[in-house]
């Protein structure tokens, strides 16, 4: 059972940065996309940015491309977001997902993913 458990959510200015972390257990992930969601209230989880465990290659959101990179340390199983430049419009709730659908694909849909954190609340003042 694949467990993800998110941190580093919290304040912050405009223009400022923020780096969440999600650390994986319970499955050896060499196979698997790592994602990171984030959900604004009222509207569907959307996709952000992901990275396939095996080679670290990465996708983003076209809104987050330039400024969000996601990275994974495979020592200690974790995965990041590292955001900056962050926006109001960035202000939401970001979960950590997981899917061992094929490799070589693109993931972004939330259907896609089996795995979820419990998510963490980024607020972004103005």
């Known amino acids: 059972q694949v467990q993800l458990v998110e941190s580093g959510g919290g304040l912050v200015q405009a223009g400022g940065s923020l780096r969440l972390s999600c650390a994986a257990s319970g499955r050896t992930f060499s196979s698997y996309t790592m994602a990171w969601f984030r959900q604004y209230p009222g509207k569907e989880r959307e996709f952000v940015g992901a990275i396939r465990w095996s080679g670290g290659y990465t996708y983003y959101s076209d809104s987050v491309k330039g400024r969000f990179t996601v990275s994974r340390d495979n020592a200690k199983n974790t995965v990041y977001l590292q955001m900056n430049s962050l926006k109001p419009e960035d202000t939401a709730v970001y979960y950590c997902?997981?899917?061992?659908?094929?490799?070589?694909?693109?993931?972004?849909?939330?259907?896609?993913?089996?795995?979820w954190g419990q998510g963490t609340q980024v607020t972004v003042s103005s």
């Open positions: 997902a997981a899917t061992n659908r094929p490799i070589g694909g693109r993931w972004t849909d939330r259907r896609d993913f089996g795995s």
